[in-house]
């Protein structure tokens, strides 16, 4: 065969000589509703509960699908840095390239902002990068990112969020709610605490009496704590065998992460509020951490989540994702904890858990084409969730649901 030739028998080109696949438009879709009763941590009661969803076309008709965190007003913000500034830097270009279009838009967006907002707006867009590309191949995200180590992940069910009310009724609704919770199917529990400290002392309390001995619950400040308050509530959680004491004073303290993970049996977890691999390596290097909870819809998206989970392995620091917000964040997330690799290894390691927010969430519930029905799947199998096997995150959202909550 002449080299001319090579390829063409078929009468089609092959792959390295058709032209690139390009982005052809970024769509934000904000997301709103009214949610049955207001809620809350320990730095603000809401209710409306929001979503805010990336859409990234190409000229081929391969759409994917991502997810910014970020509520309310923050997602209307971020809408405006999606389709005004980061739009034009990556229209034209090829989605498979994601690494190029991460680094491009995060060295021209560099001298406005390396955390936050700026950051939250990348994250959707590469997520949806990395759904065209398994969409495009044919495998998902997990396959894409080296392969599956589990087909399955066991899941938490966090509840007991704050509500504006008398604390002996919020403790009274809290043993309920644990016990539910438990008795639904997962694996372990989690609450909100940020009432002040001895009054977090009393809600932890009731949390242990409505799991009982020997099931995991997890204790979430919100850095709502002084140093000196987190010690106070950390011996109380460690009396009570909670697993986890999370965010319990600012993500900037990490002099204070440092002091509660020494003086504390409980293990110190929090990362959700830090952003890409150098504000990563600066909490990684503190040794202030136990468990490690990266966002993956805020720090930069799937392709920097992989950089800071290699971070955080490095550092022998294992990895509990942080996950809030719509089904396609926990499709992602789903996808991620499928790949992660076991740390530290062994016949019997502490696999990660999927977070899973047991309160009234429409866009987790009823948005995607077919449902991921994680409760269901809790209390019929042990308390773990299958993975999506499907192509990119294995899911599609339903645009009439999109449309009928849209706002933005």
Known sequence: MLPEDRGTRSGREEPHDRAPMKVTRITSHVLSYDMPEPLGYSQQYYAKRSAHLVE????EGVTGWGECFGPGNVALANKAIVEGVIQPMVLGLDPMDRDVIWHKVYNLLRDHGQKGMPLQSLSGVDIALWDIAGKATGQPIAKLIGGAHR??????????MLRPEPVEDLAARFVDEAAAIKAAGFQATKMKIGMGPRDDVRLAEAVRRGVGEGFDFMADANHAYTTSDAFYVGRALDELG????EEPVA????DGYKELRAGLRTNIAGGEAEFNRWGWRGLLESRGLDIAQPEVCALGGISEYLRVLALCHAHFTPVVNHVWGSGIAVAANLQLLAAMPPLPGGLHPREPWLEFDTTDNKFRDKLLQEPLNIQQQVRTSGGTVAIPMGPGLGVAPDRDVIQRYKIA
């Open 151 to 160: 087909d399955s992940v066991g899941v938490y069910g966090y509840g007991m």
């Open 251 to 254: 993500p900037e303290d990490l």
């Open 242 to 245: 909670c697993y986890w004491f």
């Open 56 to 59: 990234v076309e190409t000229d």
